[in-house]
């Protein structure tokens, strides 16, 4: 299965939940991919979490300044993201694979304890 954690309807409102309940700021998601994409396109369906998700973050230069569609979210560079993100806000990193180098690259450009969880 390509995205098992999309297909589990009942994780997925779990998922979209625990986000809701871990953050007091912003969201901010990190990978423009078609994960992201469809967990968020079921958060516009149920018109729940989209108001507090500022931008997409991703590495990819051919995706920074465009949006991503359906959702209509900015993509930005992680360095707009160091300039803007404070110790209120969220961080969700659409594959955990990349969780920890997520979180190293935040503590090596803030002097902030940022919280930093994964989607699936």
């Known amino acids: 299965m390509l995205f098992p954690i999309l297909t589990n309807l009942r994780y997925t409102k779990r998922k979209k939940s625990s986000i ?5 700021g912003n969201i901010f998601f990190w990978g423009g991919s078609t994960k992201t994409l469809m967990f968020l396109c079921f958060c ?8 507090s998700i500022k931008y997409i973050v ?18 930005i ?13 969220l961080v969700v990193v659409s594959n955990s694979n ?7 690259s935040i503590k ?10 994964s989607l699936d």
Not at 45 to 51: M, Y
């Open 58 to 75: 991703d590495i990819d230069v051919t995706k920074q300044n465009h949006y991503l569609q359906i959702v209509n979210k900015k993509i």
């Open 98 to 104: 990349y969780l920890s180098e997520v979180k190293k």
């Open 20 to 24: 809701e309940k871990k953050t007091k």
């Open 44 to 51: 516009h369906q149920k018109n729940r979490l989209l108001d």
């Open 77 to 89: 560079s992680p360095k707009k993201l160091f300039k803007i993100i404070t110790k209120k806000d």
């Open 108 to 117: 090596e450009n803030l002097n902030l304890n940022i919280k930093c969880i």
